[in-house]
């Protein structure tokens, strides 16, 4: 075959030292220009940086052989830079990829704990339901006897308007006396103290009359007076049940009825006029100067304590009850701090500003009348279910007695059988102590279903809370 003409060869470089020279020197001179951006670039790598005629070697042979002189100058540098540039590429992927990454295992985390908080919080929420729905008085308990003649009244019914509840009083001799829930209302300070010292004093009687029924050949119990000039008795089974000798005597039944009589006056009074009554307890009965009520020292309720003779199942109905009691209390009175932090105290610049100022005010304050209303009901609640539930009609009537001349309705006498026993104060028990307002409302509703179940039949013995199915 003939060979191509000149014209159709390419022309190959001149191959020779000055040619080869002058290319190494180029890019060599390159090489020192872009070693110093590496060394800014890879400067935190642990990649070593290699002289510039090897990196020249390598870029234009990766075989490791020496570059060939043939090639220009311009070629090997542009080969170099795009291998450089390929690797500062690589590494900034890689880089933007692992911060990607870290950013998504930390979404996920994120994720992840929230998604337990919701689950925590549904969970609370759904016990919360329960609860509230295990609370609610149901429309069939309407089969609950009341017992208003027993003197348990039933606070809930009693404070209805259009109520034709009566009380019979039958202490003081003669005729019966019916007076209504108006008639209590008015009723004087003097008549209510008169009439609470004959109660005490013919509960004392029985007392007396029922210890020598159940035992005749010892010598009568003694009505002596404490250090607050209370009757009090010092021997006999006063506090326990009777026994069979006694179920069917004179004695108990005027104990019964005088003690269900003396409830259902104070009942009665409490609902008709909660300020009347609370002023009522707070002086002596007798007519006498001495300390009003919240003056009694620790030693007048200790008297209490040891005369009641309650027992270990009592006493932790009593125990469980005062919590509850507490817990309630103690959310009304967040709710009344929260409603005096929203109450407006500056004053208004125009008019319109006087107007919804105004308006708060009212709003406010019908919320505090309502938050104290709530807690007159509460306080009467937790009384009605320690007379009406924990105690034993006996020690209903003893309470009567050995309290004279006072009302032993305040709670302070179970704070000092709390400390014995170890219980917290009233002060923490007020806290939420990791419990919400929602359900500290729903266990005191369980009081109150507590109340409804109680029957009639149960007045003469303790009704248990703890344990008990309402």
């Excluded at 069939?140 to 019914?157: E, F, K, M, R, W």
Aim: charged share 25%; net charge neutral; hydrophobic share 40%.
């Amino acid at each position: 075959m003939d060979a191509k003409p000149d014209k159709y060869r390419t022309p190959l470089p001149v191959q020779g030292a000055d040619c080869s020279h002058s290319a190494l020197s180029s890019c060599n001179s390159f090489s020192d220009d872009f070693q110093s951006f590496l060394e800014n670039q890879f400067q935190d790598d642990e990649v070593a940086l290699v002289e510039p005629a090897t990196s020249l070697a390598l870029a234009s042979n990766t075989s490791g052989r020496p570059p060939r002189p043939d090639l220009p100058a311009g070629a090997v540098a542009r080969a170099f830079r795009r291998k450089l540039r390929n690797r500062v590429s690589q590494r900034q992927w890689r880089t933007r990829q692992k911060t990607r990454a870290d950013d998504l295992e930390a979404q996920i985390e994120a994720k992840s704990e929230q998604f337990e908080v919701l689950q925590a919080r549904q969970r609370q929420l759904e016990a919360q339901n329960a609860m509230l729905e295990d609370a609610t008085p149901q429309a069939s308990d309407t089969d609950a006897q009341h017992i208003y003649t027993l003197g348990n009244v039933d606070l809930t019914d009693l404070q209805k308007s259009d109520t034709q509840q009566t009380l019979t009083i039958t202490v003081l001799g003669g005729l019966p006396q019916v007076k209504t829930r108006q008639d209590v209302s008015n009723m004087s300070f003097a008549e209510f103290a008169m009439l609470t010292a004959a109660y005490a004093r013919k509960l004392a009687s029985c007392f007396v009359e029922l210890t020598k029924t159940e035992s005749p050949s010892s010598p009568p119990a003694q009505i002596t007076r404490t250090a607050t000039n209370s009757p009090a008795l010092v021997c006999g089974a006063a506090a326990n049940s009777p026994t069979k000798a006694a179920l069917h005597s004179p004695a108990l039944e005027k104990l019964r009825t005088w003690t269900r009589e003396c409830s259902s006056l104070r009942a009665f009074l409490a609902v008709a006029n909660i300020k009347k009554y609370l002023a009522f307890i707070s002086h002596r009965l007798d007519g006498r100067p001495g300390l009003k009520t919240c003056d009694l020292d620790d030693k007048w309720n200790h008297d209490m304590l040891a005369s009641m003779q309650f027992t270990e199942a009592q006493q932790q109905d009593l125990m469980l009850l005062r919590r509850l009691f507490y817990g309630k209390l103690g959310v009304l009175s967040r709710q009344r701090r929260d409603c005096l932090l929203r109450m407006p105290y500056a004053a208004a610049a125009t008019e319109h500003e006087v107007s919804d100022r105004l308006s708060k005010v009212v709003s406010v304050a019908q919320e505090l009348v309502d938050i104290t209303a709530a807690e007159r009901q509460t306080r009467l609640q937790f009384t009605s279910a320690y007379r009406r539930g924990v105690y034993t009609l006996t020690q209903q009537a003893m309470s009567i007695v050995t309290a004279f001349p006072y009302v032993a309705e305040n709670p302070y006498m179970f704070d000092i059988l709390a400390a014995e026993r170890g219980e917290l104060a009233a002060r923490d028990l007020m806290k939420p102590a990791g419990l919400d307002s929602i359900e500290h409302n729903a266990r005191w509703q369980q009081i109150v279903r507590y109340l409804g179940k109680i029957r009639a039949e149960d007045a003469e013995v303790r009704v248990p809370i703890v344990g008990a199915q309402f």
